[in-house]
């Protein structure tokens, strides 16, 4: 398997699963995922303590099975640089998802059609299921919310550095966990008595929604951490009043996946439309300092752009996903399914999905 980073191969659409072979495409690039799996380390984590949890475990042999059979199909891109850029390959044996599909619709009935689905849905369903097959237990109060009710200053770091130690000794662990996983800090302050309230989440993407006057990643990211005024009962002073709240990262991802959310409902008709709006970003350096908590002095706030999923059509149960990635750290290609070509990095002006790391 000697550089097995830089080797592509097509994956077979089957029954319209182009929703998957996209996310399977994205996950290859993931140096730590892919080495976790194809190297056997998962093994040792297997959990087969939990009651009911066969087919999790049998999820996570099946992803070490089918990124074996990646690599082994796979091409060099050395030998595809000899082919010009832009020039579609078409692979005689592209790589079948057929068994991994069958792991995956063993645990949910809803990926065992033909039915379009949602490539964002999907890819939570996916490190969720692995979670699951491999996590360990800290302990028996996981997935809490913690709440400073004495701290009155949101800037005093050593009260809050202490809840979320607190927060991550009481959670589930696991090496999806360990990669994709952050936390986040909701902080409501009451305008009558001065208190501030700290609630900390559990996420593994981040949904970001497209405002109207937005055109670059930033302008989505500062709509998404704004300071919003609305009313809400105070933990301290037990009135309703109100309130002010601003939601920050407490801690940062290796691998982050953002979600642009172009997918909304039209309250008059109740059908999905979907915002096709060209919204910018970098590929290098996407820095988040200004949205994040400052618990860990020297951490890197920044992350570089390594995949996308792209989604085209109106609705996320019609149309095609196309998957950008960038193999070995040094090109980026394009994946539809069994063929795939280099392109130049930047064709990488439209996206839903993204993975940084």
């Not at 990646?70 to 390959?89: A, F, L, T, V």
């Not at 890819?123 to 360990?136: A, I, P, Q, T, V």
């Not at 009710?149 to 809050?160: C, E, G, S, T, V």
């Not at 008059?268 to 290098?284: M, R």
Request: hydrophobic content about 30%; proline content about 3%.
């Amino acid at each position: 398997m000697k550089n097995w980073e830089e080797r592509v191969v097509g994956i077979t659409n089957v029954n319209s699963f182009c929703f998957m072979n996209s996310i399977f495409q994205c996950l290859y690039v993931i140096t730590e995922f892919i080495k976790y799996f194809i190297k056997g380390k998962f093994e040792e984590d297997l959990n087969y303590n939990e009651p009911n949890n066969e087919k999790f475990v049998e999820l996570a042999n099946g992803i070490s099975k089918f990124y074996i059979k990646y690599i082994e199909k796979g091409k060099n891109i050395e030998e595809i640089h000899s082919i010009s850029p832009n020039e579609i390959i078409e692979e005689k044996h592209s790589l079948s998802p057929d068994e991994i599909k069958e792991n995956i619709s063993s645990i949910e009935s809803e990926y065992d059609g033909t039915r379009q689905q949602d490539a964002m849905l999907f890819l939570l369903f996916l490190l969720n299921s692995l979670h699951e097959g491999l996590k360990e237990k800290v302990n028996n109060r996981n997935n809490q919310n913690f709440r400073d009710r004495n701290d009155n200053n949101i800037q005093r770091k050593r009260p809050l550095l202490e809840l979320f130690q607190k927060a991550l000794e009481q959670t589930e662990v696991s090496k999806i966990y360990d990669l994709f996983s952050f936390k986040d800090l909701n902080a409501t302050h009451c305008l009558l008595c001065n208190h501030y309230s700290h609630n900390w989440g559990h996420q593994l993407f981040l949904p970001l929604s497209i405002p109207k006057d937005a055109n670059n990643i930033y302008e989505c990211l500062d709509d998404f951490f704004k300071y919003e005024k609305n009313y809400s009962t105070c933990n301290n002073c037990k009135s309703y009043k109100s309130s002010e709240r601003q939601l920050v990262f407490a801690s940062l991802p290796k691998i982050l996946i953002i979600q642009l959310k172009r997918i909304e409902f039209d309250s008059e008709t109740s059908k999905p439309s979907k915002i096709d709006k060209k919204i910018e970003f970098p590929l290098k350096n996407l820095d988040l300092s200004k949205y994040t908590y400052h618990f860990y002095n020297g951490q890197s706030y920044k992350y570089d752009l390594i995949a996308v999923t792209n989604h085209y059509g109106f609705s996320t149960e019609h149309g095609h996903y196309k998957a950008y990635t960038k193999i070995g750290g040094q090109c980026w290609f394009e994946f539809n399914d069994d063929t795939y070509r280099e392109i130049n990095e930047s064709s990488i002006v439209k996206f839903n999905h993204i993975i940084k790391k």
